[in-house]
DNA sequence: TGGCAAGATTGGAACGATCCAGAATCCGCG
DNA sequence: CGCGGATTCTGGATCGTTCCAATCTTGCCA
């Protein structure tokens, strides 16, 4: 059946086709198109069903050159870290081509600063605007020193952050990110509520102010209940083998009876020392993670884990993408999201 | 220093503007960026220079429009599945990313079947391929059923296939795809050679012929060493819950000392079922995963795991996009590489 | 019924590149 | 020195759409 309405592989019909077989002009098609209410109710109907007979479809490549934009959002992949935990770009990228796609845009994957220095990879960037292959951007490697976001300001390019602008809370870009610090409250309130006292913190170099936000929320929790967090925490880089080593020195030293840490790859790092020890997690530590990858979700018996609303995320990117390449607006340009909590057996 | 070098947001030159500037014609400047070679010595260079003083960088729109071509490969984004743990896509469409970026094409992700019916899905394809949107497609979910590639094969749409034409051997269209049955057969000889004589399998519902292929492989390796599969084999769906209670069951009834998945997410239901027993991976029960994910690097005691050479499965997408798109060639349409195994500790 | 503003429709020009055919230049050789 | 052919360069036409200004209709009221 399929084969018997196989095209023959013609050149798809133009708005002239349509305009032809409707009887009228191109520029009343144009308007069918894209502003219905110039036409009148009769001749909008004919003008559709010409379109829907044809099969007609704007090419965007004229639309494009016409409008000087391609509606298209660059997306630049940053490297893969192996080792770490974080598929949370795929729940996000995920998220972002939904959403973006049902407000007209598509999503195009470039790489990012894979290989070599900034400069060269955000002279990337440069050429993909200028081309016109993209209408803007969306960034998320936001972390510590990242040149990104001032660079594109300076260049004048539309661009969307996940991601705070943590050194220059000035910057006047538009942003979205979730509340770190609210998520591991939420974390250590629940560690709180089960009875635990001592809680220790795992997080990242003290310069990272994204994992400062964080261990913020673990301090406020603690000290809202009166207890001190001396000696309890630990800031050391992401990976595994480093939760590994800061959660057995922790354990002799400060002998906590749950862990709360900044990142599921850390948090599988404690899983390690806890296996290495004959502990069980959940049962005899408590840990928590933040991401909510798959790895919390999968890993016995279950790791509880900081959810982030990537969802609503990337909801909001593309709201900010709209105001940023609409007519300006009033909104506000930086937009805080609350994460919530995924319990499992770990805790 | 930066700000002093912003760019008043100007119009981007174009080539008139180039030609004017090294005296020559627009369409020599469109031969010097195109095909060099038809450009004496001299003219070459000049034109080069006015181009790299002028910062002048093709409109993408307007190439495209005239040349019916959009550079772009559309990538469809399936669904997230909640609780396996794939993260397989990840390394792949970096890879991907990365290659096609070499090869002078960009990545466009577009949303795949993600709801409702596939026909509807499949309507996509066409809109962006009709509207030159994209050149052609990379697709990946060739399972069970899935009737992408003889849709697009119908449609005359170019893609190329991560996956075997399973249903259709004799299917015409370029596909690259990983041997699962030599993947499964590596980590069984693994395990015999470990000296382990009872190695159960763990795999997909008997309709997946790519989980039948990887089954495959298992059975070869311990026919090959004499040794019967006699129960010892489980085939369920692809979860995390599924791969424990199989493995729960051949505990009891065939007292295997190893378990071949035919996932890392079975493999992980596997590690659950283990700790509920008090058995621990790689000391009293050895397992092995297929994919490598980011699971099988980070879990406590590490996931022996088959890896897919995604980097290689990407390259030879390229090459045959590439063929795809270009003048007709003879090579062949279907490339068949070969896993290795990552040994961790689970083995 | 004439006048007029609002509404609906139209045709030419433009976006910035490449295709194509023809013109100018170069070169070697008789 | 002149000629033919290869090499190099050029200008107009074109891809399919939207912008713009102008024209044609319509509806309303005096």
């Not at 192996?82 to 990228?93: K, P, Q, S």
């Not at 102010?209 to 261990?215: A, F, S, T, V």
């Not at 933040?290 to 884990?305: E, K």
Request: with cysteine.
């Amino acid at each position: 059946m399929a084969r018997m309405m196989s095209r023959p592989s013609v050149v798809p019909p133009t708005l002239a086709d349509v305009a032809e077989r409707a009887g009228v002009s191109r520029q009343t098609v144009s308007n069918a198109v894209n502003n219905p209410e110039l036409l009148r109710h009769d001749t909008l109907a004919r003008v559709q069903d010409a379109i829907a007979e044809l099969g007609y479809l704007p090419n965007r490549a004229a639309r494009n050159l016409r409008t000087r934009a391609s509606h298209l959002i660059g997306l630049p992949i940053t490297g893969v870290h192996e080792g770490t935990a974080n598929a949370l770009m795929d729940r996000f990228v995920h998220s972002l081509v939904e959403t973006s796609s049902a407000a007209g845009y598509h999503v195009l994957l470039f790489p990012g600063a894979a290989t070599g220095n900034p400069e060269e990879a955000l002279a990337g960037y440069d050429d993909l605007l200028r081309s016109t292959a993209v209408d803007a951007f969306v960034v998320t490697d936001t972390y510590l020193g990242n040149p990104q976001a001032a660079w594109l300001t300076d260049r004048r390019a539309p661009f969307v952050a996940f991601g705070r602008p943590w050194h220059d809370p000035e910057a006047s870009h538009w942003w979205v990110d979730v509340d770190g610090a609210a998520g591991s409250e939420l974390a250590t309130n629940h560690l709180l509520d089960k009875g635990h006292q001592r809680i220790a913190w795992i997080g990242w170099r003290k310069d990272s102010l994204l994992g400062e936000d964080r261990r913020a929320g673990w301090a406020r929790a603690l000290h809202a209940r009166g207890l001190s967090t001396a000696g309890l925490a630990s800031r050391v880089e992401d990976s595994v083998a480093s939760g590994r080593e800061a959660s057995a020195v922790l354990l002799d030293e400060a002998h906590p009876s749950a862990f709360v840490c900044a990142s599921d790859t850390l948090a599988m790092g404690v899983l390690h020392t806890l296996a290495d020890r004959g502990l069980r997690a959940g049962h005899d530590i408590a840990v928590t993670g933040f991401d909510d990858s798959q790895v919390a979700q999968v890993v016995p018996p279950g790791l509880t884990s900081v959810r982030q609303p990537l969802e609503d995320v990337a909801v909001e990117v593309v709201r900010a993408l709209k105001n940023l390449l609409g007519p300006p607006s009033s909104e506000p340009r930086g937009v805080l999201l609350e994460p919530t909590l995924v319990v499992r057996a770990s805790s």
